[in-house]
Each structure stands twice: as structure tokens, then as C-alpha cells.
């Protein structure tokens, strides 16, 4: 039994590596592959760099306008995390913790945004944007971001509010506090984890947004890194692909840090939202 039992575990152990292995694999090629030249990524696609040169990376910063779509995206990302943020914790404490009838139907209205596809939703976007004169501007990527990321948000941050104990708000109330003074002073600090699992799972996806960006921007002044990546494509589909796969790993970077630094936040703030205590 013992034996069988250490047997299932070692199985066990060598089909995690072996999956960790295989999502580890294309990240770690794509960083490789940046430090060879054109004719080295032709000749030997998947070996080693025979010399490592940074001289995609150099001429990724030189040649193009990487650091004006790491600008515009930095932008966009946090405008769209901090209105998230106060939007979502401020929606889902008003459904949990303050008496209205008409809390369950609002909450299963926000919770229906989750069921509508972005894509049928571009057309009349863009009319809309059009008519105001929104397009190619920073509000034209926040607006959408914004009000697709809602639903999900606010049904994780509801998902918590609903083990604060109601006797630790009435108590606040008791000294004085008012609602306001409530939220921000004493529900506020018990939702960190909470607010960064929300943070971390939309600026994976505002940061690598596509479609907004390429739909409502085309001045470059605007053009996000997603879109902006396209600029390495030349002429009949010619591609340096050095300097495709630098500029790649330099967008994915934060992407990366911001998982390892933050999985651990992450974990905590959907334990929170399940399991009471």
C-alpha cells in the first residue's frame, strides 16, 4: 500500500513538471529567440543563441515607437484599474451591506454583463464614439474596458462583502461613523486581497487587449502595444522577426511580474470570496 501510494505521487509529481514544462516552454523559446539575428532564428530556430546580442532590443527602441505604446498602454490600464476598482467595491458594498429591495435585481443585472460578447457590441460602439467624437482617444479604450471588467468585479468583491460580519459595521455606526467613514475606514482595509485579485486578473486583460484598440484607434498617437506590434510587419507580410519577438518579450514582461509578485495575493483574495472565516 505504502509503495503504491509513494508510486502515485511520483506520477503525480512528473505530470506537473511535465505541464509546467510544456507553458514554460513557448515563454522561454520567445526570450531565446530575441537575442539571435534573422539568420540565426532561420538556421536554427531552436537551439541556443550562438552569441548574445542585443541588438534586436536596440533597434526595437531606436527604430520604432515601442516606449510611445508601453506609454499608451500604462495609461490605459491603470485609468481603467483604478475606475474598476473604486466602481466595483463601492457597487458591490452598496447590493451586499445596505437594505433595498431591489438589490437581487441589480446584482443579476450587473451579473448578466458577463453573458454579452464583446464583438457584437464593436459596431454600435464605434458609431456611438464616432458621433461624440471619442475615437482615437484615450476614452474610447477606457470606457469599454471599463464596463466589460465591471460584472466580474463586482460579483468577486460581493462574493467577500457577504462574510463581513454586519455586527463589526453597526458597531462603526454606533461610534459615529457614517457610511462613507464605513467603507473607507473599515471595509476597505479587510478587501486588499480582493482588490488584488481584481487588479491582477483585468490588467492581464487590458494590457493585452486587441480588439478596442484596434477598432477605435487608428492614429498611432493612441495605438496600444498589441497594435502597435503590428508595426514590425513589413511590406508582402516581410518580418524581422529578432525584433518582433524583442519587442514581445518586452510587452510580456510586466505581465509576467506581475503574476509571480502577485499569484500569492491572488489565491488569497478567491479563498476569501469562498470559504467564510
Known amino acids: 500500500m ?3 501510494k509513494k508510486l502515485s505521487s511520483s506520477l503525480l509529481y512528473i505530470l ?4 509546467l514544462l510544456i507553458q514554460i516552454y513557448p ?5 531565446l529567440s530575441s537575442f539571435k539575428s534573422s539568420i540565426e532564428l532561420t538556421t536554427q530556430p531552436f537551439a541556443m543563441p550562438s552569441s548574445w546580442s ?3 532590443y536596440a533597434s526595437v527602441f531606436r527604430e ?12 490605459v490600464t491603470f485609468a481603467c ?4 476598482i473604486f466602481l466595483s467595491a463601492t457597487a458591490g458594498f452598496a447590493l451586499v451591506k445596505m437594505i433595498n429591495r431591489l438589490n437581487s435585481k ?3 443585472f450587473f451579473t448578466i454583463g458577463i453573458m454579452i460578447p464583446i464583438q457584437v457590441t464593436l459596431i454600435p460602439l464605434f458609431i456611438m464614439y464616432k458621433d461624440y467624437g471619442l475615437l482615437n482617444s484615450y476614452p474610447a479604450l477606457i470606457l469599454p474596458q471599463v464596463g466589460f471588467a465591471l460584472p466580474l468585479s463586482i460579483l468577486i468583491f460581493t462574493s467577500f462583502y457577504r462574510y463581513v460580519p454586519g455586527e463589526l459595521l453597526e458597531a462603526a455606526v454606533i461610534d459615529g461613523c457614517n457610511i462613507y467613514q464605513v467603507f473607507f475606514r473599515i471595509v476597505s482595509p479587510l478587501t486588499i486581497n480582493t482588490t488584488i485579485t481584481v487588479a491582477s486578473i483585468n490588467f492581464i486583460f487590458i494590457w493585452n487587449d486587441f480588439v478596442f484598440s484596434n477598432t477605435f484607434t487608428n492614429d498611432k498617437a493612441y495605438k496600444t502595444i498589441a497594435v502597435g506590434l503590428q508595426e514590425f510587419i513589413g511590406a508582402f507580410g516581410a518580418t524581422d522577426w529578432g525584433q518582433t519577438f524583442a519587442a514581445i518579450s518586452i ?3 510586466p505581465i509576467i511580474v506581475t503574476y509571480l509578485f502577485l499569484n500569492k495575493y491572488v489565491m488569497a483574495g478567491v479563498s476569501d470570496g469562498a470559504v467564510k472565516g
Open 64 to 75: 520604432s515607437s515601442l516606449l510611445l505604446y508601453i506609454k499608451n498602454t500604462a495609461i
Open 2 to 4: 505504502l509503495a503504491t
Open 27 to 31: 515563454v522561454v523559446w520567445l526570450m
Open 106 to 108: 441589480l446584482l443579476l
Open 16 to 19: 506537473v513538471i511535465a505541464i
Open 81 to 84: 484599474l483604478a475606475l474598476i
Open 251 to 253: 510587452s510580456i514582461i
Open 54 to 56: 542585443f541588438e534586436n
